[in-house]
């Protein structure tokens, strides 16, 4: 198994620039998560999903959008980019909402200038 | 006042000496606990959850105070490898689905 894998791991955008992050996991893990993470702080979650065609907002979704349209498949887009939303995105997903373990991908890192 | 918090450190320990971290939290409905381990630059990985009754993993004992609202993790004889960023992750129960993380402590381990 390769279990979540994400990207590009490295990209640069310019403000305005949209831009899609991939994350696929081949676990058959029904419960997928988007977090991005700033230089020395904890993890914020984006946006999350329950299973195919159902996603829902997290702690801070505000210039993101995401689809759920295979269990496989959880990609966050980004419109209009902004320096602000430079940091490190990591896709995760789990066997169930939160009793059990989050595997994480390796992450992307976005700069946005 | 933050949801978990934990002490950014960093704790710069000798191999081979006893550490432990604190972590707090502010909702006393969180019904589950984790510790992971995030090694720089790297994705966070699960270390282990947190039992009511205490849970020890080799080197790792990982402790539960619902009264006060804090968790542990004390690491015995300290090695290299265990230098890294451990963060604090509760589940908040009810109404939330997803994990919330603590900024993470660091420890540095030295030879």
């Known amino acids: 198994n390769a279990g979540v894998t994400q990207t590009p791991k490295f990209r640069i955008l310019k403000i305005g620039q949209s831009m899609t992050l991939q994350c696929t996991q081949d676990?058959?893990?029904?419960?997928m998560y988007w977090y991005r993470q700033d230089p020395g702080m904890g993890l914020k979650l984006i946006y999350y999903?329950?299973?195919?065609?159902?996603?829902d907002k997290g702690e801070v979704p505000n210039g993101y959008n995401v689809s759920r349209s295979t269990t496989e498949d959880f990609p966050l887009r980004l419109e209009l980019a902004a320096p602000s939303q430079t940091s490190v995105y990591f896709c995760?997903?789990?066997?169930?909402?939160?009793?059990?373990?989050?595997?994480f991908g390796p992450g992307t890192r976005l700069t946005v200038l | 006042r933050k949801e978990v918090e934990q002490d950014p450190g960093p704790f710069n320990v000798p191999e081979g000496a006893t550490v432990a971290f604190n972590c707090t939290y502010s909702?006393?409905?969180?019904?589950?606990f984790f510790w992971y381990r995030q090694d720089c630059r790297k994705e966070p990985k699960l270390l282990m959850s947190v039992y009511s009754s205490g849970n020890e993993d080799g080197r790792f004992t990982a402790q539960l105070n619902r009264a006060s609202q804090y968790i542990s993790l004390l690491i015995r004889d300290s090695k290299l490898s265990d230098s890294a960023t451990y963060l604090c992750?509760?589940?908040?129960?009810?109404?939330?689905?997803?994990?919330?993380f603590g900024s993470g402590t660091r420890l540095q381990v030295q030879p």
């Open positions: 995760a997903s789990s066997l169930d909402l939160s009793y059990n373990e989050q595997f």
């Open positions: 992750v509760v589940n908040e129960g009810t109404g939330r689905r997803a994990l919330t």
């Open positions: 999903s329950v299973g195919a065609g159902i996603t």
């Open positions: 676990m058959n893990h029904n419960y």
């Open positions: 909702n006393s409905a969180s019904q589950s």
